[in-house]
């Protein structure tokens, strides 16, 4: 009797080792991509429309312009 009691507690630490590893080894999705939007952030010019970084465009109020151009354009 107490083989099978040491042979059934084997089983479970083997299924139990065998999930956590499973768990380990699975590849997690989305860690290895990196968030483009977060580094290209694109905002359109408010005026003609054409999309820009946010970081290469002007704010004015809530609004991004490709240009001052645009931007003095737009105002009144
Ligand atoms: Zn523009």
Same mark, same amino acid.
């Given at each position: ?10 089983? $479970?630490?083997?299924?139990?080792? &065998? ?7 699975? *590849? ?5 991509? !990196?968030?483009?939007? $977060?580094?290209?952030?694109?905002? &359109?010019c ?6 820009? *970084?946010?970081?290469e465009?002007?704010? !004015? ?16």
């Amino acid at each position: 009797m107490n083989l099978i009691r040491v042979l059934i507690i084997a089983l $479970l630490v083997w299924l139990a080792y &065998r999930a956590i590893r499973g768990m380990l080894s699975k *590849p997690r999705p989305g860690k290895a991509r !990196r968030p483009e939007s $977060l580094s290209t952030d694109m905002v &359109r010019c408010q005026h003609c429309g054409i999309h820009i *970084p946010k970081h290469e465009a002007l704010p !004015r109020g809530e609004h991004y312009y490709c240009s001052p151009e645009h931007r003095d354009l737009d105002q009144g």
